[in-house]
């Protein structure tokens, strides 16, 4: 199984509303990570989990919260955010050493508009 | 800080035509170099990669040939078809963090 779920497909939330983004994979991989992408644009990294642990923040607005309950399962909850967060929302998940120094999965994303 | 291009923005060809898209690098400390395609409003699905040390890499019909000391890589797409349409996107992956670095990518259009 070389899959990466993300869900929900599509999100639609207001400002002061809280919601989360879930993220599963099941190929016993141990670095997990959350990228936005905004149309047209690359992918941006914004965290990276490595054996369940914190290892990356890329300076992320405290109103993105990550998660990582367990080596499977990667979070990201939302709280109170603005309408240029409006994005795609994409988990990706890789052996171990975390990083580009191996081949990153890819989940399909969750289409997030904040209105 | 590490700057990918990838030339032309868009692409279109006739079915049965060959594929070239371009990547260019700035700073040629890399550690490898990965070919992604995303199709509309999805994931990432990785194609291709290169590790430093290595000239080329080949799965089926894509050939990506990687020239780091002049900062370029090549993704060959032979005899394209309908199913091929769609973004392609370059990283490279620096020394300095190993944190992919992501062109702007290609988009392919390939008509019937």
């Known amino acids: 199984d070389t899959e990466v779920t993300q869900t929900p497909k599509h999100l639609v939330m207001g400002m002061t509303n809280k919601k989360s983004l879930k993220c599963e994979q099941h190929?016993?991989?141990?670095?997990m990570y959350w990228y936005k992408q905004k149309a047209k644009k690359p992918p941006e990294l914004m965290f990276v989990y490595s054996y369940e642990k914190l290892s990356i923040n890329e300076s992320v607005p405290s109103r993105f919260s990550p998660e990582c309950p367990n080596s499977s399962l990667l979070n990201l909850h939302l709280h109170a955010l603005q309408p240029e967060d409006s994005a795609l929302y994409l988990c990706a998940s890789s052996q171990d050493r975390g990083l580009g120094q191996e081949t990153q999965y890819f989940g399909p994303g969750t289409r997030l508009l904040v209105l | 800080k590490q700057e990918v291009t990838q030339i032309p923005a868009a692409l279109s060809v006739p079915e049965g035509e060959n594929l070239v898209l371009n990547c260019s690098f700035t700073?040629?400390?890399?550690?490898?170099l990965q070919w992604f395609r995303q199709d509309p409003g999805k994931g990432l699905t990785s194609l291709l990669l290169?590790?430093?040390?290595?000239r080329e890499q080949t799965s089926g019909r894509l050939n990506a040939s990687l020239d780091k000391s002049s900062g370029r890589s090549t993704l060959y797409i032979a005899a394209s078809q309908p199913g091929d349409s769609a973004t392609y996107l370059c990283?490279?992956?620096?020394?300095?963090?190993?944190?992919?670095?992501f062109g702007a990518g290609t988009t392919v259009t390939v008509r019937a």
């Open positions: 190929m016993g991989h141990r670095a």
């Open positions: 290169i590790q430093s040390s290595q």
């Open positions: 700073d040629s400390a890399i550690y490898n």
């Open positions: 990283a490279v992956v620096p020394l300095r963090d190993y944190k992919l670095s």
